[in-house]
């Protein structure tokens, strides 16, 4: 995915599942709010940008690689649960 490409909601919440932490550890490497990532990943906000690229790049150092061409847009996690994440 283009880096400078707006990460979508959805994408932040299956990169989080796929790396196995929590909203809470997003909000700490993020430095966003809970709310900010809740309403975020639920549809119910759009963060400006600067936060949804801060969101990203701390998905992005944990592991998750972004995904987008055509067709296809997802997330893609070469880790696994022994890394040390968090």
Do not use: C
Request: aromatic share 6%; net charge positive; proline share 5%.
């Amino acid at each position: 995915m283009p880096p400078d490409r707006v990460l979508p909601g959805f994408l932040s919440q299956a990169a989080r599942e796929l790396l196995d932490v929590t909203q809470s550890w997003l909000r700490e490497h993020a430095q966003v709010s809970k709310k900010t990532i809740n309403d975020f990943e639920n549809g119910y906000a759009a963060p400006k940008t600067a936060l949804t690229l801060r969101i990203r790049r701390a998905l992005e150092q944990a592991g998750a690689q972004f995904v987008h061409g055509e067709d296809i847009v997802g997330v893609v996690v070469y880790t696994t649960r022994s890394d040390e994440r968090r």
